[in-house]
């Protein structure tokens, strides 16, 4: 991490994009265990990674933009679980963060729904309400997934 920190105030911004990409790809490819272990320090880790691949892969990534989503990540990699606990925020009555206040991990709340489902074909709303929760959760915006989430979830439950 210090490293694509040390890139970054050089302004070499595409080195420190590609040095970051390790981080993701080692993030990625352990991410099941690591969710299973501690989700909410996930989530805080996650959220703070996904700000800083975003900074850095901007057409004209913006130096304090970068520092600050890199200075970020590292202080949630030192401290992934604040002592703050705050109230769990819902979407239609469903939960879509923790108790941290951190988004719930896209993926969960997708599968939630996919289980819900069970197979069945979705109403043409649930199923809208799907394809946006799919196609924010891949572009890593977890918050907005999970909310088109939870109203699916809300509209099956209904």
Same mark, same amino acid.
Request: aromatic share 4%.
């Given at each position: ?35 299973? !272990? ?13 700000? /800083? ?41 469903? /939960? ?50 999970? !909310?088109?989430? /939870?109203? !699916?979830? /809300?509209?099956?439950?209904?």
């Amino acid at each position: 991490m210090s490293d694509t920190q040390t890139l970054a105030k050089k302004g070499e911004f595409t080195a420190a994009e590609k040095r970051i990409t390790d981080l993701e790809t080692l993030w990625d490819k352990n991410a099941a265990k690591l969710r299973k !272990a501690d989700p909410s320090a996930w989530g805080v880790i996650d959220g703070a990674a996904d700000k /800083a691949f975003a900074a850095l892969r901007t057409k004209s990534p913006d130096s304090k933009t970068v520092m600050q989503s890199l200075n970020g990540l590292q202080t949630a990699l030192a401290d992934p679980v604040p002592s703050e606990v705050g109230a769990v925020q819902k979407v239609a009555g469903i /939960a879509v963060t923790d108790k941290t206040g951190h988004a719930l991990p896209c993926e969960a709340m997708i599968g939630q729904l996919r289980d819900t489902l069970g197979g069945k074909t979705a109403p043409q709303a649930v199923s809208d309400l799907q394809a946006k929760a799919l196609e924010r959760c891949n572009a890593d915006d977890d918050t907005r997934a999970d !909310a088109f989430s /939870a109203q !699916a979830l /809300a509209m099956l439950n209904d």
